[in-house]
């Protein structure tokens, strides 16, 4: 299961597709828009002055993604088949283990991205400690994590799951029309909080823990009573 959604992915073109997607997105905010500082910074501080652009980015990447590893699967079929020879806990985790897989992959992408944008602009003299965005790394994939199982959530439960994906992002999670107080307890901390300004505290790691039991058991319970076509 996990290797047939990883073949399924891993495509010259989808690969191409998205990676050019950070690229252009990478670009117009370091290249053409850039501050004349950026080209000073050491490339640790380089690295961060992008999270904010990879924060609203990436989760819009992975929107259709999560969709197409689910909701196509409903409409042309494919989960039918898969449910008669594995059990339905399988199914989920499994795709959604290569769901954090492809995830991981994405955000390698955009950080080699990065670094050679970095290089270009540094005229290839750079002092790189490669610990430093392994850690970001890491902790983006836990930050994406909750909204991850959000997407999956609404993937099994609508047809459209990609635009309803999006709206759910950009509208309740991302918005600055929301409360700070609701703000501040949606899967936003995550994003705002560990990977732009690198605060880790009780609360925030405490919300992560709650986002992630709550929404397993809820991807658990409605996959498994889900029909099995849209």
């Known amino acids: 299961m996990i290797k047939n959604e990883l073949v399924k992915f891993f495509t010259p073109f989808k690969v191409c597709l998205y990676g050019g997607i950070i690229f252009i997105f990478i670009l117009l ?27 609203f980015v990436l989760p819009i990447i992975l929107a259709p993604i999560v969709s197409e590893i689910f909701t196509h699967d409903y409409e042309s079929g494919c989960m039918k088949f898969f449910v008669i020879y594995r059990r339905r806990e399988e199914v989920l985790f499994s795709k959604i283990i290569a769901l954090l897989f492809i995830t991981t992959v994405i955000i390698i992408i ?18 790189i400690n ?47 029309f929301i409360p700070k107080v609701i703000g501040d307890i949606t899967p936003r901390i995550f994003l705002w909080n560990w990977l732009i300004k690198g605060q880790i505290d009780e609360l925030s ?22 029909e099995i076509i849209h």
């Open 205 to 226: 790691i405490t919300l992560f823990l709650v986002y992630m039991i709550v929404f397993i058991v809820l991807d658990v319970e409605i996959f498994n009573r889900k």
């Open 110 to 127: 955009a950080f080699v991205i990065l670094s050679l944008i970095y290089i270009g602009e540094s005229g290839g003299q750079i002092h």
């Open 130 to 176: 490669v610990l430093q965005p392994l850690r970001m790394i890491v902790l983006f994939l836990f930050a994406l994590m909750p909204i991850l199982l959000i997407y999956v959530l609404i993937s099994v439960l609508c047809k459209n799951s990609t635009i309803v994906s999006l709206l759910v992002f950009l509208l309740v999670i991302m918005s600055d």
């Open 29 to 55: 905010d370091d290249v053409i828009f850039q501050d004349s500082t950026v080209r000073k910074l050491a490339y640790y501080d380089f690295l961060k002055s992008n999270i904010e652009t990879l924060v």
